[in-house]
């Protein structure tokens, strides 16, 4: 397994590249672009399906030719649901900033043409609420189990400054449903100021996998397997963008049994 902690390898064009082979697992796959207006990212592969997340920014955005016209709106992570893009396996996309752009391509196995294109607009988006005190934070399903797609599941969370987030500590890294389904998991962080920082912890039952890692704007985290609660420091806010995929397309969790009290 690679270093958990994946630092931006640029400060523009393909800012991270994550695949199942760098990664050394099986099916998630991270892309973020950053674009200055006129550039342009594209992509397709025949056994990958595709979610297009506009993080920040607008972009004119094609899928096998056909023109989905400009997109975004939003010009941070912290505005709101944004625009995103769906595409099934073997589609062909293109993406042309027209404003400096951030953008995430989020890949797992699936099949060619198995559901049709479509944009994901605001309106689209499930915001919720969860936690309480200094635990709320604030999902947007983009992509849920709800939704189409082969193997994708992709939410975006924003966690207020001095919060706690993917906690209590939970897991979903064995397939044994309906208890709990096995899905590996990138988080892409981003912070509400850039000199934010926060940690993410990434540990088993028996610690044979038990690090606490850093976290600063633009870092992405793996979760290989394991728990992997997040807390951010006072005074910044962070969001982040989370993939998963897994044999089966469903979010069953295991909370860790010692801190499970606090959701009684």
């Known amino acids: 397994m690679a270093n958990l902690r994946l630092r931006p390898k640029a400060a523009t064009g393909l800012v991270h590249h994550v695949t199942p082979q760098s990664a050394g697992w099986t099916y998630v796959g991270f892309d973020l672009w950053k674009l200055a207006p006129g550039e342009t990212a594209r992509g397709g592969l025949p056994d990958r399906e595709v979610c297009l997340v506009l993080v920040s920014g607008r972009a004119g955005v094609s899928v096998d030719g056909k023109d989905l016209g400009e997109l975004g709106g939003r010009m941070s992570p912290f505005d709101g649901p944004g625009f995103s893009v769906y595409a099934p396996a073997g589609a062909n996309w293109q993406v042309a900033a027209t404003t400096d752009l951030e953008l995430a391509v989020c890949t797992a196995p699936g099949r060619t043409g198995s559901h049709p294109v479509r944009v994901i607009g605001p309106g689209d988006v499930e915001r919720l609420s969860r936690g309480t005190g200094t635990n709320t934070r604030y999902p947007a399903n983009i992509l849920p189990e709800t939704a189409p797609a082969d193997s994708l599941l992709v939410v975006e969370v924003i966690t207020p400054g001095g919060h706690t987030s993917s906690y209590p500590p939970h897991k979903h890294d064995r397939d044994d ?40 704007d633009g870092d992405v985290v793996m979760v290989p397997r394991g728990y992997h609660p997040v807390a951010t420091v006072h005074g910044y806010d962070i969001y982040y963008l989370n993939v998963m995929a897994g044999p089966k397309r469903t979010w069953k969790f295991y909370n860790a049994p010692e801190h499970e009290w606090m959701l009684q």
């Open 177 to 216: 449903l309906p208890r709990e389904s096995l899905l590996e998991e990138t988080y892409y962080h981003r912070f509400s100021k850039p000199q934010g920082f926060g940690f993410q912890r990434v540990y088993t039952d028996d610690r044979g996998l038990d690090e606490t890692v850093l976290i600063e």
